[in-house]
């Protein structure tokens, strides 16, 4: 190990203990990063949190842009450059992938190629995939190599979120009425805001409330109900898509009704996207990568002249208290994931958003597209149909 890596690791461990520390026994592990420059290039930090994990080495970095792969491999400063994936998989057999191109079409063939080289985990970008026929594929892939998958939904892995779901079954909310969502409403709103922003919403929908039994949605263009003329390729290989405004309504599992709404141009900046668990005592509003993630708001939401006092915030202490643990340096980048997914391959488990809850999210989209092309009626989950219902128009 060079003496700038002790350094690092060192300083790490004394900053973030103890969330960084690393016992004699404990395994080393070699790690490959996968991005694309130009398309979705190194998504969300998923390449640098590699080097905050004593455990772990970067020993390959692919990338076909080679000025991308130039400025990837000064930025992470440790592991061979490759401009194919395929083949820095198959020389360096890294034991975790990190794939990290936010555009989703890529998603199957990187993370396929993973697991036949032998990768043990796998690190992956959202949206998971652009349809339930690649979940498929991708469980499948990973069945046949047992390999863990984790993704990158990082609020799943707050610390607060256990405390948050104890207080509302301790009746925090009194008998809770509604679960709603909306995205960031900006340029993108519709359908290229579900995909992108609303499944870190969908998964919170699941950490709270289970998983969706039934669906029923309109997807909007201009006003006017969405048309098979409608339906185009959308960005960041999103697939097809269509749509500036989507209202989707849900049957959970534990007997909530959610919703999500999307209209393009009409998010503002303070409000960011999230979702609220309403109940007859109280409001729980979640705004997605803000700190504290959790507020709750006294009294019924029905009564506008009751005296419900100031949002309170919901921290891993319990309400009202202030939060201990450094959330930035653990959760918002993606460190909390990767140390949740080693133990996983060291020890056995699923990773908190592993494959199930990735299929999830994508569930919760392709029934609204199922719903709308069905005319707005209602629909089962688990879906029969597995490819992208708009391709059926």
Request: glycine letters at 12%; a positive charge; one cysteine or more.
């Amino acid at each position: 190990m060079s003496d700038r890596r002790r350094f690092l690791l060192q300083s790490i461990a004394l900053s973030s203990a103890p969330f960084l520390t690393r016992g004699e026994n404990e395994k080393a592990y070699k790690v490959g990063v996968i991005g694309h420059t130009g398309r979705g290039n190194f998504g969300h930090g998923l390449d640098s949190v590699w080097k905050l994990h004593p455990q772990s080495t970067i020993v390959g970095i692919a990338d076909t842009d080679p000025n991308g792969l130039k400025r990837a491999h000064a930025k992470l400063k440790e592991g061979k450059p490759y401009s194919d994936y395929r083949e820095m998989l198959e020389k360096q057999r890294p034991d975790f992938v990190a794939v990290c191109p936010r555009h989703v079409d890529q998603r199957v063939s990187m993370i396929e190629a993973a697991c036949e080289f032998g990768a043990k985990g796998i690190y992956v970008e959202k949206p998971f995939a652009r349809s339930l026929e690649e979940c498929d594929w991708i469980r499948e892939a990973c069945a046949k190599s047992g390999t863990k998958l984790a993704v990158a939904h990082r609020n799943r892995y707050h610390p607060a979120l256990a405390i948050a779901k104890k207080l509302i079954a301790e009746g925090l909310l009194g008998k809770v009425v509604a679960l709603r969502g909306r995205g960031k409403e900006d340029h993108r709103g519709g359908g290229e805001d579900m995909w992108v922003l609303g499944t870190h919403v969908f998964d919170l929908f699941d950490a709270l409330a289970g998983k969706p039994l039934s669906c029923s949605a309109e997807i909007r263009q201009n006003g006017k109900l969405v048309a098979k003329p409608d339906v185009k390729e959308g960005n960041e290989g999103l697939g097809l898509l269509a749509g500036d405004e989507v209202h989707a309504r849900w049957r959970m599992k534990n007997g909530w009704t959610a919703t999500f709404d999307s209209i393009k141009g009409q998010g503002t900046r303070a409000a960011g996207f999230g979702l609220q668990v309403i109940g007859n005592d109280g409001v729980l509003d979640v705004r997605c990568d803000k700190e504290p993630l959790f507020h709750f708001l006294k009294g019924s939401p029905w009564n506008p002249r009751s005296k419900r006092g100031d949002w309170i915030p919901v921290t891993s202490n319990g309400l009202g208290q202030t939060e201990n643990q450094d959330v930035k340096a653990t959760v918002h980048n993606h460190l909390s994931a990767i140390r949740d997914l080693v133990h996983c391959v060291d020890r056995g488990g699923s990773p908190k958003c592993g494959l199930d809850e990735g299929t999830e999210t994508v569930s919760f989209v392709s029934s609204v597209f199922e719903s709308h092309r069905l005319g707005g009626s209602q629909v089962l989950l688990p879906l029969e149909t597995r490819k992208n219902p708009l391709s059926l128009f």
